[in-house]
């Protein structure tokens, strides 16, 4: 195996960018060079931008202040993992791929101003009984202290790799639909544009109807990551540390009228968090915030 190195990037990258980096990639059917996942680390580092940290927590439905939404926190880690996964010896097609579980750890309150070094890297490919699902790691670092880290799970359904490892067991939320949701979200197509100028995720499914169409969707879908952050901004429980995850199943179909439910009880004193289709009762994003001094007992790993 090759070692791994690490390339610091010293400015912005551009999400939107790579994104047509990877349509044009996936238009021209290039064959993937490899088989194996990429072993590199890459790093950028930035200082927090008032303007844009309020920018966001806007579109999240979170409150302004000094302290950063875990979502813009996501955000850091995005650009740098679709310049690993649109690397031309990637051995899997960016477009298509699925985010099918999120799992953050906020060790201490990150504030606007503060310089945060990110690092991501994609750890090894697993066998799936859809296809090939893999992790890419991220961790974010100030002045050498970890603040937070986070790994974002992905699907590549149909597409199966000989170098993957043996299958993870899959823990996955049961869902009951409950007897009257918190609250009832109202989300235009609109959120789909506004979420990507935020969020730097331009992904064409959530910005166009004919080109989600083009991907199989009936309309334009919200991304998962929106709604796991107003998910998020609605069921914090006001800790300094804590971990915060989130599983997605249905796509939000836009525009669309969903609901959403917060439920204290969680094991370690958090709480567990629905959003779901109230015509239909399917779930669209599945999880919870916990103390992270309850999470690092163990529990971390437990699913909503």
Same mark, same amino acid.
């Given at each position: 195996?090759m070692?791994?190195?690490?390339?610091?990037?010293?400015?912005?990258?551009?999400?939107?960018?790579?994104?047509?980096?990877?349509?044009?990639?996936?238009?021209?059917?290039?064959?993937h060079?490899?088989?194996?996942?990429?072993?590199? !680390?890459?790093?950028?580092t930035?200082?927090?931008?008032?303007?844009?940290?309020?920018?966001?927590?806007r579109?999240?439905?979170?409150?302004?202040?000094?302290?950063?939404?875990?979502?813009?926190?996501?955000?850091?880690?995005?650009?740098?993992?679709?310049?690993?996964?649109?690397?031309?010896?990637?051995?899997?097609?960016?477009?298509?791929?699925?985010?099918?579980?999120?799992?953050?750890?906020?060790? &201490?309150?990150?504030?606007?101003?503060?310089?945060?070094t990110?690092?991501v890297?994609?750890?090894?490919?697993?066998?799936? &009984?859809?296809?090939?699902e893999?992790?890419?790691?991220i961790?974010?670092?100030?002045?050498?202290?970890?603040?937070?880290?986070?790994?974002?799970?992905?699907?590549a359904?149909?597409?199966?790799l000989?170098?993957?490892e043996?299958?993870?067991?899959?823990?996955? !939320?049961e869902?009951?639909?409950?007897?009257a949701?918190?609250?009832?979200?109202?989300?235009?197509?609109?959120?789909?544009?506004?979420?990507?100028?935020?969020?730097?995720?331009?992904?064409?499914?959530?910005?166009?109807?004919?080109?989600?169409?083009?991907?199989?969707f009936?309309?334009?879908?919200a991304?998962?990551?929106?709604?796991?952050?107003?998910?998020?901004?609605?069921?914090q429980?006001?800790?300094?540390?804590?971990?915060?995850?989130?599983?997605?199943?249905?796509?939000?179909?836009?525009?669309?009228?969903?609901?959403?439910?917060?439920?204290?009880?969680?094991?370690?004193?958090? &709480?567990?968090?629905?959003?779901?289709?109230?015509?239909?009762?399917?779930?669209?994003?599945?999880?919870?915030?916990?103390?992270?001094?309850?999470s690092?007992?163990?529990?971390?790993?437990?699913?909503?």
């Amino acid at each position: 195996m090759m070692p791994k190195t690490t390339l610091n990037v010293p400015k912005p990258i551009s999400s939107g960018a790579v994104i047509t980096k990877a349509l044009l990639r996936q238009f021209k059917k290039r064959q993937h060079s490899s088989a194996h996942m990429p072993t590199r !680390t890459v790093e950028s580092t930035r200082t927090l931008d008032p303007a844009e940290v309020a920018a966001f927590h806007r579109v999240v439905a979170a409150p302004v202040s000094d302290t950063v939404h875990p979502g813009y926190l996501h955000k850091l880690g995005f650009p740098l993992a679709m310049q690993l996964m649109t690397d031309p010896g990637f051995p899997l097609p960016l477009l298509g791929l699925v985010h099918v579980l999120n799992r953050f750890a906020l060790h &201490r309150p990150v504030r606007i101003g503060e310089t945060v070094t990110t690092q991501v890297h994609i750890g090894q490919a697993r066998k799936h &009984r859809k296809g090939t699902e893999f992790d890419v790691e991220i961790t974010g670092l100030v002045d050498g202290e970890t603040v937070f880290d986070e790994t974002a799970t992905y699907l590549a359904i149909g597409k199966h790799l000989a170098c993957a490892e043996a299958e993870r067991e899959e823990q996955r !939320t049961e869902f009951e639909v409950p007897s009257a949701p918190s609250a009832i979200w109202k989300l235009a197509r609109s959120i789909g544009p506004a979420y990507a100028k935020v969020s730097g995720d331009y992904n064409p499914i959530h910005m166009n109807p004919l080109a989600a169409k083009a991907f199989g969707f009936p309309a334009s879908i919200a991304h998962g990551m929106y709604t796991a952050s107003r998910a998020f901004s609605a069921t914090q429980g006001g800790w300094d540390a804590y971990t915060w995850q989130a599983q997605f199943a249905k796509p939000v179909i836009l525009p669309a009228r969903v609901g959403f439910g917060v439920f204290d009880g969680t094991a370690g004193g958090g &709480r567990s968090f629905a959003v779901w289709d109230l015509k239909k009762g399917k779930p669209h994003v599945l999880g919870s915030v916990r103390p992270l001094s309850f999470s690092t007992d163990g529990a971390a790993s437990d699913q909503g």
